[in-house]
């Protein structure tokens, strides 16, 4: 049994759903549907959920929201008259919308409920759909599913007892649709999840029903080993773990919310990310596990907009709890940190730069200096940070000096290097200046020839 | 005006002596000498600081220690005979041990009063030995020229109302011989500093004093570039900083004890280990600052004996004050370490194998599994780091490709790799076993054919 999951830009339109359909009518196997409220069909186009914010505010606000009722509706009716699907679906959509503005709901409660009604609406939709072309599907609705969260709007986290009330979707025969991103608390409140709502769903029914492939269809053919808009055309990865996706979505790459992949991977479901409008492309996997190859590293991720702060104290190895008095004062000052590579009379922490604005600056320099007596503080701003990624990486001989010759090629001097802490990954700092010459030039060195 | 400080090996004999004193004759700026007590003569010989430790011990024990009296006596005595110098001294060496014995210190008192009769007695002998030369030389006692100490038995700290006290010595046109390794505290008891106490004494004295120099006497030529015994004949190091000297003495390096240097650091006094077999030869100088060469390295050390805790969790980066939590675990085993490099979902903590003994393991592995739910946490022996050492090698492109070259080269695998941090060193971690190989590498990629 495979679960698909298909993305707001998967289900914008009746064209897109008729791909959708297809996909779904080309494997038996797919049997349990995840679907996104309808994304943009065009890049000034509005999503469908923004449209529903945009009807809760009118409403919260006291302001007449008819017009914006009617703009939800008018988004599926585009869909509902292409593919001949009866006005009924619209009216009950509209019912929908009703009875969350009637319901004795607070206001933050409302606004998961109003959100909630693309996904829900697309789900019913897609189902007579593929019943009108003759497929034996249904509904589901995630209370129904038991898909069962903690009372936080906005931000639901998944019951553990959910994975056993959705097992049951295992025997069952037909497809079934699930409109993703929402919940239900125990007390039957809807609930939202956060960013990435529907991948989460998708990943929560695919650990529950126990699938055998999770699949999430998207807009790209795959992931790429390395940033498009850095190396023109680059090689497709064809297969990655958990763990080398998690360390290239952190530095750079937004394929996926790496917190919806949770439950999958717990459950140790491979997930599968395909092009809608490619479904016979090999896609990209992530798996528990991988055989290794002679190139162990598997992409290159960079990021930019990092800081280093600089410390330096003579004897500050002899000096018990220097670096937690340290991290201390960020803490105090409400600055979190990255990493904190230590010398013996040296400690870095590197940030995000947002987390340190200039105006904090000087005061948390003398701060540090009066409070540690430090002996030079300084920072550095303007860093790019660049991750080899790879598992196996940490058992070759050889892949530091092919990295620090090609950062050496492109003439980019090394601020930092960071490896041997995790196992799958190297970490590079750099000036930002220096990033798409050493991502180039890193790219030549790891995949180009193979 | 230089302060002199001689080391047990330099005033070991009769014969050092001589040589002890035509250096002092030879540069007329050579006005402070601190001195150690009589060191080894041959490698079964017993230091004069040791025959103490056993007197101490003896009386302690409430034994005979008569032997042990004569057993001290013998060695200053070999020393005033080949000198010819009069019996007078060995009478009140022997009264300066019996007024030990006969205080109303307490036993820790008293032992480190038994222990500063080795320094005490020798710079005694020396002044006599000096004016018996013609020279215009006295004695001076700490307490007289005024090291007070904190009250901390065998590791006592200088307080620093000493330097201003030191300073009047400036004036002095005689030749002042203080003994190292004690002074008094402000109730006048006798404390001991702690290990290379001797060091500490010169440190003090020359920053006491602001001298132009502190020639610190010793038994080598020169600090070495990379460990002797590894690489045969390398080359010598003519001059570095104490930031650099501090880095190659945490791995391997043990010319100094590296706190003895903190007074003669914070004054800036310029420091000069000299060979009293070879004064003539340039030693190595260890300076505040120094120009900038083309090749930034001034050294490599090495050292064998750490260990690497590695610890996984998916997600870990989420998950605040993790590190934290870690570390409080390890604190809590007594477990103190050196460097914590940390990835997004891993982090290692490097230590020395002394401070995490075996039957630790199963217990501190089961804690952080169980307390932090980790995914997997292991412990891997047998580390060595190497360090690649010199001011300036933060801001020279390519040092890094040079490094994980030879370390190809010697075809041993990086375990870790900690560059950045300090902007005076790079830090590797590999396996003990491609040790030797990896610093003779390195040696050949840094400081061969230059």
Redesign the interface.
Known sequence: MKVAKFGGSSVASAKMLEKVAGIIQADSDRRVIVVSAPGKRYSDDTKVTDLLINLCNAYVNGESYEKEIDLVIERFKDITDELGLPEQILHEIRKDIQSVIHSDYENELKKDAFKAVGEDSLAKLLSVYLQSLGMDASYLNPKEAGIIVSDEPGSAQILDESFDHLYKLHDRKDIVVIPGFFGFTKEGKLMTFPRGGSDITGSIVAAGVKADLYENFTDVDSVYCVNPTIVDNPREITSLT??EM??LS?AGFSVFH??AL?PA?KASIPVCIKNTHNPDGLGTMIVSEKHMTPNPVVGIASDKGFL?L?V?K??M??ELGF??RL?NILEDEDISF???????????VIMRESQFPKEKEERVIRRIKEELDADMVSIDRGLALVMIVGEGM?????L??K???A??EA?????????????????F?IKESGLEASVRALYKAFFKGQ
Chains 1, 2 share one sequence.
């Open positions: 958990y763990k998690r360390e952190y790496d917190e949770i991977f280093s600089y330096s003579y004897l190895n002899r670096g937690r991290l990255e990493h904190t590579p230590s010398g013996i009379d040296d400690m870095s940490h058992s070759t001989v050889g530091a000096q990295a620090t010759e950062f050496a003439n980019v001097n090394l601020e930092m290097i960071n490896q041997g802490s995790s196992e799958v990954a190297m970490m700092g």
